[in-house]
């Protein structure tokens, strides 16, 4: 299994490459990283810093240049808040992880369950009901569900009941005034955690829910109910075993697309992540906080996607990893 990791790590090599390359380019031909020194009309620290760019060579050369500044650490410092460009995605990214972190792990759970009792009730009251929600949940926007979430547990208990308001920005494990994971964090957590999980709950269960009948229906549950296996034993060891590996790839990919994919909901809830950052880099041109985001991102995805394979041969023993 290591040496299948490492090929996979090797082979997504050139994959990044490319991707951070077309990014790279991207993002140079649309923004100028010179425009506030242009702004302060000083041609020798303008010519200066146009060298030590790269800015007049092939772009080619210019993507080298780059990566090798990301690779030794050097990322450069925001022209949007002259803060390191380091610092900045470090301390995005340990908040995103842990909002991340929170939904998929209830996400998991509650899909599961609900996957898990739909398929063993399949075409019951409860199914129906289930289904009928899930539906409802894949349908709901996360910008309008957030605003509706402030509304209801923030707006109107301080309005007509004239209730504390509670917390509606998240802080993290390391803000200030944070001394670690006490109540006062989960509170902070609870409606981000809401609006993210009610689309994942909805549609991993759903997929839980498929997978589950497909395994119940599969020729070896057959074989092992005509043996006299127990039905418990059966649902839990055989069916629910086998239908936990799609599942886990599904919620690495979806969990890879959250790191750099959450712009909604951290805007909302005004959470300095990963999707907000990308956001006010995007609109004020900043190179320099752009380009390693990206690259961060893409390596997100590797990594995630290498885990569900990984998960998958665990939970399979018939896959085989080569």
Same mark, same amino acid.
């Given at each position: 299994?290591?040496?299948?990791?490492?090929?996979?790590?090797?082979?997504?090599?050139?994959?990044?490459?490319?991707?951070? +390359?077309?990014?790279?380019?991207?993002?140079?031909?649309?923004? *100028?990283?010179?425009?506030?020194?242009?702004?302060? &009309?000083? %041609?020798?620290?303008?010519?200066?810093?146009?060298?030590?760019?790269?800015?007049?060579?092939? =772009?080619?050369?210019?993507?080298?240049?780059?990566?090798?500044?990301?690779?030794?650490?050097?990322?450069? =410092?925001?022209?949007?808040?002259?803060?390191? #460009?380091?610092?900045?995605?470090?301390? @995005?990214?340990?908040?995103?992880?842990?909002?991340?972190?929170?939904?998929?792990?209830?996400?998991?759970?509650?899909?599961?369950?609900?996957?898990?009792?739909?398929?063993?009730?399949?075409?019951?009251?409860?199914?129906?009901?289930?289904?009928?929600?899930?539906?409802?949940?894949? @349908?709901?926007?996360? +910008?309008?569900?957030?605003?509706?979430?402030?509304?209801?547990?923030?707006?109107?208990? &301080?309005?007509?009941?004239?209730?504390?308001?509670?917390?509606?920005?998240?802080?993290?494990?390391?803000?200030?005034?944070?001394?670690?994971?006490?109540?006062?964090?989960?509170?902070?957590?609870?409606? %981000?955690?809401?609006?993210?999980?009610?689309?994942?709950? #909805?549609?991993?269960?759903?997929?839980?829910?498929?997978?589950?009948?497909?395994?119940?229906?599969?020729?070896?549950?057959?074989?092992?109910?005509?043996?006299?296996?127990?039905?418990?034993?059966?649902?839990?060891?055989?069916?629910?075993?086998?239908?936990?590996?799609? +599942?886990?790839?599904? =919620? #690495? #990919?979806?969990?890879?697309?959250?790191?750099?994919?959450?712009?909604?909901?951290?805007?909302?809830?005004?959470?300095?992540?990963?999707?907000?950052?990308?956001?006010?880099?995007?609109?004020?041109?900043?190179?320099?906080?752009?380009?390693?985001?990206?690259?961060?991102?893409?390596?997100?995805?590797?990594? +995630?996607?290498?885990?569900? *394979?990984?998960?998958?041969?665990?939970?399979?023993?018939?896959?085989?990893?080569?």
């Amino acid at each position: 299994m290591l040496r299948y990791a490492v090929r996979r790590l090797a082979y997504s090599v050139p994959v990044v490459l490319v991707a951070s +390359f077309v990014f790279f380019w991207a993002v140079r031909s649309t923004f *100028d990283p010179l425009t506030k020194l242009r702004q302060a &009309r000083d %041609p020798g620290v303008l010519a200066r810093e146009s060298a030590r760019l790269g800015l007049e060579r092939p =772009v080619l050369e210019q993507y080298g240049l780059w990566m090798k500044a990301f690779v030794t650490g050097d990322w450069g =410092v925001s022209t949007r808040t002259g803060d390191r #460009a380091q610092a900045m995605i470090g301390s @995005a990214l340990g908040t995103t992880l842990q909002l991340v972190g929170w939904a998929v792990l209830f996400a998991v759970v509650v899909a599961l369950a609900i996957g898990t009792y739909s398929a063993a009730r399949q075409y019951s009251a409860g199914d129906h009901l289930l289904t009928g929600l899930s539906y409802l949940g894949v @349908a709901m926007p996360a +910008f309008w569900l957030g605003l509706l979430l402030i509304q209801v547990f923030a707006i109107w208990p &301080r309005e007509q009941f004239g209730l504390e308001q509670p917390p509606l920005y998240f802080v993290g494990l390391h803000s200030p005034g944070m001394s670690g994971v006490n109540a006062d964090y989960f509170r902070h957590l609870v409606l %981000p955690v809401m609006t993210l999980t009610v689309g994942l709950i #909805a549609s991993w269960s759903r997929f839980s829910r498929a997978s589950m009948l497909e395994a119940l229906n599969s020729d070896y549950v057959k074989t092992a109910r005509a043996k006299g296996v127990p039905p418990r034993r059966i649902f839990l060891r055989h069916a629910l075993r086998n239908s936990l590996a799609p +599942f886990v790839t599904v =919620v #690495a #990919a979806d969990t890879a697309l959250l790191i750099g994919g959450l712009v909604v909901t951290e805007q909302i809830f005004a959470i300095s992540g990963m999707g907000r950052l990308f956001l006010d880099s995007l609109l004020a041109g900043d190179v320099y906080v752009l380009l390693p985001w990206m690259l961060i991102v893409a390596l997100a995805m590797v990594l +995630f996607n290498l885990a569900a *394979d990984l998960g998958y041969a665990l939970l399979d023993p018939r896959v085989t990893l080569r």
